[in-house]
């Protein structure tokens, strides 16, 4: 690991940056992709690494096809965005999430394949991206292995079924906690064979159909993702709605109940 | 440029495993009971510094021949614990038995490619299958002690049955639940169980093949035995049956708390770091373990917290 790090931080050293903007601070993670990573995805945006936002995940990725990952931006208060992406991963960009009522905090596993930096980016109301992150190490593979789903020759009878649950709120901040799992093999497309078919976006909403959190889903999310979020429903609703869509046109749409509202008003 | 060849070097001289010479498992065979030696390993991971010496593999000489339960990690290593078991006896090898799939128990099996390598038959098959894949990620752990490892299976199929060698009643217990297929090996002669994968001392359970209830079925069953001596494949040998008694209560805890948390609403990368209880604390690799078997065993216990919801 220290040779790997020593290397990326010579060969960050040795070659020029891409980006042409005010000058950046430098990466605490010392990544060979960096330059290449920020304008494509922050553009000319202001950066800045911040330890308020929080990567939670193992040191090391005991399963690189589902490696646990929690990303938590609520110390920077208001976040109208965030990126959840590892460097070194043949696609970058695992999700995009707006938190529109909903707190800027989501977790999720996802397939890695090699050793990486591991990172979130939240982008604040005054347009700056605030970046955590942390080095992942891994045997790899993750995005290059078939997925178990085709073992079972009904699988295609069960994409788009979903698990879910929600939590009654706690805290003062009156967050329900949501959680769900979606079937889908999510296909990278770098399987000799398997075509990329992954899902793509996914819509948590309150029963008025309000949306609470957008998803931008990508390639390196875990076969059968699941999800963790914190949402602010309007007091009173019953349940929440999902829906989503995958690369080619298959749909996702669940009612996830609030069992402990009664339905009446106070 | 100086500056960079010098900065070269460090990096190369930190290295572990590198510069330290010729790399040796100093294998010392400890005579646990009559005719009956361990090499005892580390209750550490896998490491570039102990070479993935992590096991307890063990010897019985017999007038039919040395008796041989594991080969270690290494072809390295199944080469040093047969020239140590020259040192005790000059009979020669008459087989070998391998207790699961993992690969410090059977990556020295090279090193015995010439007398016979007996499993069950899930052990068998688990490691046609993902022999290659462990193989390769030893390699990327402990590095150059692996160096002319290849994977070789064993060549005999054993079931539940008790055999002899010499004065010696061995009997083979197939169990799972660590694995799909664990083999436990009582010398009812002597009394030394030799108890596979099953049992951990000290040393935190590994669950990357693990089934919990079964396992627990299975130490039920090896709480049932008359031992005088019990050998874990991990940590250490003792005269009772503590190590049956942590193992279990180690698997119960683990499984109730995952349990506990997904009902509760938490997600697995919450796990990671919750706490675990002070009993714990003396054995090896903890956390790390412990983390290993959230990836393992929350998938599972997840979904059974989640209902369909369309």
């Known amino acids: 690991m220290n040779r790997h790090l020593a290397a990326a931080a010579l060969l960050a050293a040795l070659s020029s940056p891409v980006y042409a903007g005010p000058p950046d601070p430098a990466d605490p993670l010392a990544s060979v992709m960096w330059d290449v990573l920020r304008p494509e995805l922050f553009g000319t945006a202001p950066v800045q690494f911040d330890d308020r936002v929080t990567v939670t995940a193992p040191d090391n990725a005991e399963n690189a096809a589902a490696v646990p990952v929690m990303a938590d931006a609520t110390a920077l208060g208001a976040v109208e965005e965030m990126v959840l992406f590892a460097d070194l991963n043949p696609f970058p960009v695992i999700l995009r999430f707006q938190p529109l009522a909903a707190k800027p905090v989501i977790a999720t596993r996802f397939k890695v394949q090699q050793a990486t930096p591991l990172r979130a980016a939240a982008r604040t109301p005054d347009g700056v991206w605030h970046i955590g992150g942390k080095l992942l190490d891994a045997a790899g593979g993750g995005c290059t292995a078939p997925p178990a789903t085709y073992a079972a020759a009904d699988w295609a009878d069960h994409v788009g079924e979903v698990q879910g649950r929600a939590w009654a709120p706690t805290g003062e901040d009156k967050a329900t906690r949501v959680r769900f799992l979606v079937r889908h093999p999510m296909d990278t497309g770098l399987v000799a064979g398997i075509p990329a078919y992954f899902i793509e976006a996914l819509t948590l909403r309150d029963a008025d159909g309000r949306a609470l959190a957008r998803l931008q889903t990508a390639e390196p999310l875990s076969e059968n993702p699941g999800f963790t979020l914190e949402v602010q429903p309007a007091a009173g609703a019953r349940s929440l709605t999902l829906d989503g869509r995958d690369n080619q046109g298959g749909e996702v749409k669940a009612a996830i109940p609030l069992p402990w509202v009664q339905g009446a008003l106070p | ?310």
């Open chain 2, 1 to 310: 440029m100086r500056a960079l060849v010098a900065l070269l070097l460090l990096v190369v001289s930190a290295a572990p495993g590198w510069a330290a010479g010729p790399l040796t498992y100093n294998l010392k065979p400890v005579a646990i009971a009559p005719d009956t030696w361990v090499f005892e390993g580390t209750r550490e991971h896998f490491t570039r510094i102990n070479g993935g010496n992590i096991l307890n593999p063990g010897f019985i000489v017999t007038d039919a021949g040395v008796i041989v339960i594991q080969t270690g990690p290494s072809r390295r290593f199944g080469e040093e614990m047969r020239a140590a078991i020259a040192t005790v006896t000059d009979k020669p090898i008459r087989k070998v038995f391998i207790s699961n799939l993992h690969p410090d128990y059977w990556l020295g099996n090279r090193a015995f490619a010439d007398v016979p390598i007996a499993a069950l038959p899930g052990t068998i098959e688990g490691i046609k299958t993902e022999g290659p894949g462990m193989t390769e990620n030893m390699y990327r752990l402990v590095g150059d002690w692996m160096r002319g490892t290849e994977p070789l299976v064993p060549t005999e199929t054993v079931y539940g049955s008790t055999v002899v060698f010499g004065a010696h009643r061995l009997r083979l217990i197939p169990l799972e639940g660590h694995t799909a297929a664990d083999l436990a090996i009582l010398d009812e002669t002597t009394g030394v169980l030799f108890a596979g994968g099953v049992v951990f001392s000290d040393r935190t359970p590994t669950t990357p093949h693990a089934d919990i209830g079964k396992w627990l079925a299975a130490l039920d069953a090896l709480d049932a035995l008359e031992v005088t001596v019990l050998v874990p494949n991990h940590g250490r040998i003792g005269s009772d049956k503590a190590a049956i008694a942590q193992t279990r209560d180690w698997l119960s805890w683990l499984d109730r708390t995952l349990r506990e948390r997904a009902e509760a609403g938490a997600d697995m990368a919450e796990l990671l770091d919750a706490p675990i209880p002070e009993r714990f604390a003396g054995m090896g690799v903890l956390r790390e373990e412990y983390r290993r078997s959230v990836s393992h065993l929350w998938p599972g216990i997840e979904k059974a917290v989640l209902p369909r919801v369309n």
